[in-house]
C-alpha cells in the first residue's frame, strides 16, 4: 500500500465534502506531502496553505476542518498544527504494509522499470595503456559500476564503455624502445611494468640523442598509418595492460560492454573536422585549429595541432558523434575526476555550438581526489599507491582480522577477499563524490562505525538470526513492531526505493552507501533493544521478518555499489 498516495486521496476526498472543492487533484497533493524530520510530528505532513487560495480561508481553519472531515482505517491520529496537517499511521498497519510489500517484491524490492527502453552510455574507468592503477583509478571505477547497477536496476539499457587511453605519442616511443632493448617474454612476464621501464629508458637516452627522437616520432606515425609491424606490438602492449586489468575488474567485479577507445576514433575524425568546417566554428590560431570559446568564457577548444596531430578534446568529439549514431542514449555520463572538468565543458559547448541538442543529454559526474594517510599521491615524488597493493594488503588485513574473530569460519579466504575489498569501496564511495578523499586504514576496515565490514557484519548478523529460526511459520503479530527502534527500522526500509532514485537523479551512488551504514545501524539498535527470538511466536515471527527485510535490502544496497554481502563472517 502507497501511504503517500492513499492520504493524498484521502484528503481530496475530504477537501470535496467539506468544502465542495476539486481542483487539486490526488497526485498534486501527494506531491505536498513531505515526511517530517521528526517522527512525532508525524508520517506525513501536508500544509494546508497550498489551499488557502482556491478555498479563500486562513490555513489553520482548513486544517482544522480537514482533520475532523478525515478518516481512514490505518490513521492512528490526525492532527491540525499552525496550517499543518499532521497524520500518524496506525504502527502495526505501517509495519504490516512495509513488510508485506518489500517481502512481495523479494530481490525487486526497490526495483522499477521507469528505464525501460531507454539506453544509458556510462564513460568509466578509462584507464591509459602501459601505465598502472593508482589509487585514484578506483574512483571512477567503482562510481561508474555503481551507477551502471543502479541504473539496470531502474529497467534502463545500460552500456559501459572503458575509453581506453590509446592514443599519442609515447606509444611510438615505447615500440621504438623496444624494438632497441625490449624482448617479448620480459614483457610478457613483466607487464606494464616492463613497458615503463622501456618508456623510462628511452627518455634518458633520447635526452642526448636527438636521432632517437626521431625514431620515436616515426614509429607513432607508422602507428597512425597502420603499418603493419607497429599495430601488431601496439595491439599486443594493449592486450598485455588489458590483462593485467583484468585482474583488477575481477577482484572489484567490474565488468565493460566496450573498450573501444582513443585509437578506435582515429578514423572517425575526418566528420568531425568536416562539420566543424561547414559549420564555420573552426579557426586558425598560431598554426592550430580551435574552437573559439570566448564568448563562453572558456579558452578555445583545440582541434588540431600545428603538426596535424588530433587531440584528447576531437577524439571526445569524435566519440560523442559516434555514440549517438550508435546507441542514441537517453544520457550519456562521463565518470571522470574533476581536473577535467574545463575540457568537458568545453567539449559539450562544441556540440551545442554544432547544433546538437543531445549535448544536454551529457553529464560530466566529476569526483575528488585521494590522498593516503594524509598524504597526496604524486607519481613525481614517487608517493604512489597502487590499487593492486591497495587491495591485496586490504584482503590481508581482512584476513587476519577474521581469524581472530572467527577462526573457525568456511571460505576464509574468500570471505576475506569480499571485506578487504568490499572496505576500500565502500571507503570510496561513502561521501559526496565532489570531495576528496584520504584514505587511512583503520577507518574502512574497522568493524564498527561507518564501514563496508560493519554493513557486512550487520547482513551477517541478519542471516545467522534467521538461520536459526528456518523452517518456522507463525502468524505475524505486527502490534510488536511499535516500538521506536522497529518502527526506525520499518520507516527505513520504506525509503528505500526513494533512495535509489535520488542517488540516480543526483548521480551520487554515496546516497546508497550511507543508507546501508543507518540501515545497519538501526538494525542493531532494534536488534539490542529486543530478543528477537521471542518465546512469543507472534512476536518472534513479526521480528523476523523484519530481520529478513532488513537482509534483504543490505545485500540488495551493497549490491548495487559493487559491494558482495557475504552470509557469515
Ligand atoms: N584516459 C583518461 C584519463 O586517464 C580518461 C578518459 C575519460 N573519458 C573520456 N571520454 N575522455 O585521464
Not at 489551499?51 to 490526525?78: F, G, H, N, Q, S
Not at 585521494?370 to 597502487?386: D, I, P, W
Not at 590499487?387 to 577474521?402: G, M, P, Q, W, Y
Not at 557484519?457 to 503479530?477: D, F, M, T
Request: charged share 25%; glycine share 6%.
Amino acid at each position: 500500500m502507497d501511504f503517500k498516495l492513499s492520504i493524498a486521496s484521502e484528503i481530496a476526498g475530504a477537501i470535496q465534502i467539506a468544502f465542495g472543492d476539486e481542483s487539486m487533484s490526488a497526485e498534486e497533493i501527494a506531491s505536498y506531502l513531505s515526511v517530517p524530520p521528526d517522527t512525532a510530528l508525524g508520517d506525513y505532513a501536508f500544509p494546508c496553505f497550498r489551499l488557502a487560495k482556491a478555498l479563500k480561508k486562513a490555513p489553520p481553519m482548513i486544517a482544522d476542518t480537514l482533520r475532523d472531515a478525515l478518516e481512514a482505517p490505518y490513521l492512528a491520529k490526525v492532527e491540525s498544527v499552525k496550517g499543518y496537517l499532521n497524520f500518524y499511521i496506525d504502527r502495526s498497519t505501517y509495519a504490516r504494509e512495509v513488510i508485506t510489500s518489500a517481502l512481495d517484491a523479494g530481490e525487486r524490492y526497490g526495483a522499477s522499470d521507469i528505464g525501460q527502453g531507454k539506453t544509458i552510455l556510462f564513460d568509466y574507468s578509462s584507464i591509459n595503456i602501459a601505465k598502472r592503477f593508482h589509487i585514484g583509478h578506483l574512483s571512477t571505477t567503482m562510481l561508474g559500476n555503481a551507477l551502471y547497477k543502479m541504473y539496470t536496476f531502474l529497467g534502463y539499457d545500460c552500456v559501459g564503455i572503458n575509453h581506453l587511453g590509446d592514443w599519442g605519442t609515447q606509444f611510438g616511443k615505447m615500440i621504438c624502445a623496444y624494438k632497441k632493448w625490449g624482448d617479448k617474454d620480459t614483457v610478457e612476464r613483466g607487464g606494464v611494468n616492463e613497458m615503463i621501464k622501456l618508456y623510462v629508458h628511452f627518455d634518458k637516452e633520447a635526452a642526448d640523442d636527438p636521432a632517437l627522437a626521431d625514431e620515436g616520432r616515426a614509429w607513432f606515425k607508422r602507428i597512425e598509418d597502420g603499418d603493419p609491424e607497429a599495430m601488431e606490438i601496439f595491439n599486443w602492449f594493449k592486450q598485455v595492460t588489458l590483462k593485467y586489468a583484468e585482474g583488477i575488474y575481477e577482484m572489484l567485479g567490474v565488468t565493460f560492454d566496450s573498450y573501444a577507445g582513443e585509437a578506435f576514433y582515429n578514423d572517425k575524425m575526418g566528420r568531425v573536422l568536416d562539420e566543424l568546417n561547414e559549420k564555420h566554428l573552426l579557426i586558425e590560431s598560431d598554426g592550430a585549429q580551435v574552437v573559439d570559446l570566448e564568448a563562453y568564457s572558456m579558452p578555445p577548444c583545440l582541434i588540431v595541432k600545428k603538426d596535424g596531430a588530433t587531440l584528447y578534446a576531437t577524439r571526445d568529439l569524435a566519440a560523442a558523434l559516434y555514440r549517438k549514431d550508435t546507441y542514441d542514449f537517453h544520457k550519456c555520463l562521463y565518470v571522470v575526476a574533476y581536473q577535467q572538468d574545463l575540457h568537458f565543458k568545453q567539449v559539450f559547448k562544441v556540440l551545442d555550438l554544432m547544433g546538437y541538442e543531445w549535448y544536454k543529454d551529457m553529464e560530466h559526474v566529476s569526483y575528488g581526489m585521494v590522498s593516503f594517510e594524509g598524504q597526496a599521491l604524486s607519481t613525481r615524488k614517487g608517493h604512489v599507491v597502487y590499487l593492486e597493493d591497495l587491495l591485496n594488503t586490504s584482503i590481508e588485513k581482512a584476513r587476519a582480522i577474521i581469524d581472530e574473530k572467527s577462526p573457525n569460519l568456511e571460505n576464509k579466504d574468500e570471505i576475506a577477499r569480499q571485506v578487504g575489498v568490499g572496505a576500500v569501496v565502500f571507503f570510496d564511495l561513502f561521501n559526496n563524490r565532489i570531495k576528496d578523499i584520504d584514505f587511512w586504514w583503520d577507518r574502512a576496515l574497522s568493524f564498527e562505525g561507518e564501514t563496508g565490514p560493519y554493513v557486512q557484519y550487520s547482513h551477517a548478523r541478519c542471516c545467522s538470526v534467521l538461520r536459526k529460526a528456518e523452517g518456522e511459520h507463525a502468524e505475524p503479530n505486527y502490534a510488536a513492531l511499535s516500538d521506536p527502534q522497529a518502527q526506525d527500522v520499518v520507516r527505513m526500509i520504506e525509503q528505500f526505493p526513494d533512495i535509489i532514485l535520488s542517488a540516480v537523479e543526483r548521480s551520487e551512488p554515496s546516497m546508497v552507501t550511507r543508507y546501508s551504514a543507518n540501515l545497519a545501524q538501526a538494525y542493531n539498535r532494534f536488534y539490542f533493544e529486543n530478543h528477537i527470538l521471542d518465546n512469543d511466536l507472534g512476536v518472534r515471527a513479526a521480528r523476523l521478518l523484519l530481520t529478513e527485510v532488513t537482509r534483504n535490502t543490505l545485500k540488495t544496497a551493497l549490491g548495487l555499489i559493487g559491494i558482495a554481502a557475504p552470509e557469515r563472517m
